[in-house]
């Protein structure tokens, strides 16, 4: 059965740090606006910063649906599943914030990730949990994790960073969101 936790300590803590992929989960105010749900990989790439925030870095791609639905109301979900081991599915309900490049704070988080930062970060999305359950899993099917795909880091390495604010610039769904809500802020700034 569910339970509900005021902390993300223990066995919650290692959990969320031993899984290869997590999901984000956010939407717009607007009735008719798009649900957004995005999955997050690269191992070391989020992060328990306490008790009750968690971070993740995020990086480039063709739409920034997250960053402008956390800009509009800071409503989040992450979802964690156990494809291996044990069944449990651990959700933390919260509200986020990305902290982008040009904020005095991106830099000292971004040192937290150590080798895990990488070409075409954009922000480092903090959440704070208002809401910290797990479920049993007993539906999550089992699923082999056979590597990380480099894909992402290798496009994106091969570009400057001046390269990299150009692609994003150039991505119709960078700077607004599907719905038209203001996202990733452009001209990017340099790291």
């Not at 328990?48 to 791609?61: I, K, N, P, Q, T």
């Not at 208002?130 to 994106?156: N, Q």
Request: include cysteine; charged fraction near 25%; proline fraction near 7%.
């Amino acid at each position: 059965m569910g339970k509900t936790y005021d902390r993300i300590e223990g066995r919650l803590k290692e959990f969320i740090e031993a899984q290869p992929v997590f999901f984000t989960a956010t939407a717009p105010l607007a009735a008719d606006g798009h649900v957004n749900l995005s999955p997050k990989g690269r191992r070391g790439t989020w992060r328990v910063l306490d008790e009750r925030r968690v971070a993740y870095l995020d990086f480039g791609g063709s739409h920034a649906e997250t960053l402008a639905h956390l800009r509009e109301n800071g409503r989040i979900t992450l979802m964690w599943c156990a494809f291996d081991g044990p069944p449990n599915i651990v959700r933390v309900h919260g509200t986020g914030e990305p902290v982008f490049r040009d904020d005095p704070r991106f830099a000292g988080l971004v040192a937290g990730f150590g080798e895990a930062d990488g070409p075409a970060l954009r922000a480092v999305v903090v959440v704070t949990a208002k809401l910290i359950s797990d479920t049993c899993g007993f539906a999550v099917p089992f699923l082999d994790y056979r590597g990380e795909r480099t894909l992402h880091e290798d496009y994106f390495g091969r570009k400057s960073d001046e390269e990299f604010a150009a692609y994003c610039e150039g991505k119709e769904h960078n700077a607004t969101s599907l719905d038209g809500l203001p996202a990733l802020p452009l001209p990017l700034p340099p790291r």
